[in-house]
């Protein structure tokens, strides 16, 4: 397998970090309800959620400091009242650093993202031709860069697809037949679409990012629902992935993913059936590899 250049022809404007900023903040506020700060849910309100005016109080910061840092200016708030705000909003781990980053881009340093190609080390590749389970790498804008002949078997055969079209979003929302290699494909779909934000929020200055999301919303409903609802996550270790097959039908693989150091930031993806499982024959059927004998 050979990794790709990504296209450059679709590069536009990176991502508006105010904008980002302020619609995240209305999403997670909107996502509180009354009754959750001990306010009576009888009361008739014109907006979901929390008011400004409550959750400001709630952080213990002013009206307006809190509406300031609502309308995309967080440049100047101290990272107490950007924690302050995280606990009253409830974020997550995964939140509380998109919002740190968006705000406060400066506090936390990242490597500046590596303009296309990206392309995956020869090594790399080598362990992931030697490794025993379905495994392939991505890259922070979810391309896929390498793939091993086990997870060809599983998710389907890249290497005859556009190198374009080897990014994962792109195979999620785009792509029928990739999307129903994925029992649960609602879940899959909001997964990627959390990542994606994640990764965003990471480098609001990646051109070729912004434009996949741009082409994504475009020729994505779903894209489009997913993405307004701000969702940040991350993917879980351990997570099992209901997959489905034509040959095999439906098996469970858990997901473990490690980040691959050095260069830019490339994620390896390994795929596992436990032992002994329905799931592990129906795995080991569709890469042909013997069962092994055990005690």
Wanted: proline letters at 7%; charged letters at 30%.
């Amino acid at each position: 397998m050979s990794s790709h250049a990504a296209p450059e022809d679709k590069v536009i404007a990176g991502l508006d970090r105010r904008a980002e900023l302020r619609e995240f903040l209305r999403s997670r506020r909107a996502r509180l309800k009354p009754e959750d700060i001990g306010l009576p849910s009888y009361e008739r309100r014109r907006v979901p959620g929390l008011r400004r005016e409550e959750l400001a109080q709630l952080a213990g910061v002013s009206y307006a400091y809190y509406a300031r840092l609502e309308q995309g200016y967080g440049e100047t708030m101290s990272a107490e009242v950007l924690d302050a705000v995280a606990r009253a909003l409830r974020l997550t781990e995964e939140e509380q650093d998109h919002l740190i980053r968006l705000a406060q881009p400066d506090r936390i340093r990242t490597p500046p993202a590596a303009s296309p190609p990206q392309r995956l080390r020869p090594t790399v590749q080598s362990l992931l031709d030697t490794l025993g389970v379905p495994a392939y790498v991505v890259s922070r804008r979810l391309d896929i860069l390498g793939w091993n002949r086990l997870a060809a078997a599983v998710f389907g055969d890249w290497s005859q697809l556009p190198r374009e079209e080897r990014n994962m979003a792109r195979l999620i929302f785009l792509s029928s037949d990739a999307r129903d290699r994925f029992a649960e494909q609602d879940r899959m779909a909001a997964r990627v679409a959390g990542v994606l934000r994640r990764n965003a929020g990471k480098s609001p200055e990646d051109a070729y990012l912004s434009s996949l999301i741009s082409d994504l919303s475009q020729k994505s409903e779903q894209f489009r629902r997913l993405w307004a609802q701000h969702e940040v996550s991350c993917s879980p270790v351990g997570e099992v992935v209901r997959m489905r097959h034509p040959l095999v039908g439906e098996f469970d693989l858990v997901h473990e993913p490690m980040a691959l150091p050095g260069g830019a930031p490339m994620r390896l993806n390994t795929y596992h059936a436990e032992p002994g499982s329905r799931s592990e024959k129906a795995l080991r059927t569709l890469t042909g590899r013997e069962m092994e004998p055990r005690d």
